[in-house]
């Protein structure tokens, strides 16, 4: 297949993109210099110009708690703007098969766990990602819709907290599990005798590594369409992806600390929000169609942290 992977440098389109090529699937490529996503026009000279067979949309403005909350109308104009230009000029140009990325932020604050596809809209959202996670939920809706009206075959996965090589490790806008890997690592090098995590440390998270997190989304993308269809409903089409089990950030710390080599305090600044007390996937569903997880966390934490070693060489030393 011609395959366009919108995203393709980030972690998990990057990740989508080389499994793609290992498997001899031709991937379609462009860089947000080359094709602004947020430009209609660009976007629909783009589709109309390449007709590729299939499409991921793995590009998100994506961030963690502090960013989100810093930038809210950012994340859910640039979010609803990528997935309305890509899914609508991807159908205008004839594309039947698309995959849309989601979040497991799509589900209400409040709600049973582990979490089930079935929970979608059924409560109010955790206020710190509310806009983000509305963006996300439209996507969900804008491909169901689209199958409904137009006939197309667009898919819909939901991951969960996603890491692995290619993760953002930037002190402010990056998620949990890089955070924490960059600031142990600095605590180390610096010889510091304390790290202190935002929050109390008591919530907890499901983490799954992106080529895990790659290796379902095609899965999914080639599910023949019975299978797909005997699995989900029309309105209720998304599918989790999860690695089926969760840490609390507190033992999350202790990992990454034995991991990185620190030995000293771990504090918890409980001034801080912590956010969801715990979200924790229901893989039945995707299980039930034939993939579970395979890689664990710490060899997951200790391969992200190899990779963090080999490409920051900025911040190896003092």
Not at 62 to 86: D, K, L, R, S, W
């Amino acid at each position: 297949m011609r395959v366009y992977v919108a995203g393709h440098r980030g972690m998990v389109g990057g990740a989508i993109a080389r499994q793609l090529t290992a498997r001899g699937d031709e991937v379609i490529a462009r860089t947000h210099a080359e094709l602004d996503l947020l430009d209609q026009q660009a976007v629909r000279d783009f589709m109309a110009r390449e007709r590729p067979d299939a499409v991921v949309m793995a590009a998100a403005k994506v961030g963690g708690i502090h960013a989100n909350n810093t930038y809210p109308a950012q994340f859910i104009y640039e979010n609803m703007m990528m997935e309305c230009n890509v899914v609508h000029q991807a159908y205008l140009a004839g594309v039947q098969r698309l995959l849309f990325l989601g979040s497991s932020c799509i589900y209400p604050r409040a709600v049973p766990q582990p979490m089930r596809e079935d929970a979608l809209l059924t409560g109010v959202l955790e206020p710190t990602n509310e806009p983000y996670a509305v963006a996300k939920i439209a996507g969900i809706k804008l491909c169901e819709s689209y199958n409904r009206q137009y006939g197309t075959d667009y898919r819909s996965v939901m991951p969960t907290n996603l890491y692995g090589p290619g993760d953002n490790f930037h002190p402010e806008n990056s998620h949990v599990l890089p955070a924490l890997i960059r600031r142990f690592h600095e605590a180390v090098r610096d010889g510091r005798d304390e790290v202190v995590i935002w929050g109390t440390g008591t919530p907890r998270r499901e983490f799954l590594h992106v080529e895990d997190m790659a290796e379902a989304s095609l899965f999914v993308l080639d599910l023949d369409q019975a299978t797909y269809a005997a699995n989900t409903q029309s309105m209720l089409s998304h599918i989790n992806v999860g690695f089926g089990e969760d840490v609390s950030i507190g033992e999350l710390a202790h990992l990454i600390a034995q991991v990185t080599g620190f030995t000293g305090r771990i504090g918890f600044d409980s001034t801080k929000p912590d956010g969801t007390m715990r979200k924790l996937m229901d893989v039945n569903r995707l299980a039930a169609m034939g993939w579970k997880a395979r890689i664990g966390l710490e060899q997951g934490v200790r391969e992200t942290y190899q990779w963090f070693l080999a490409n920051h060489a900025d911040l190896r030393e003092v």
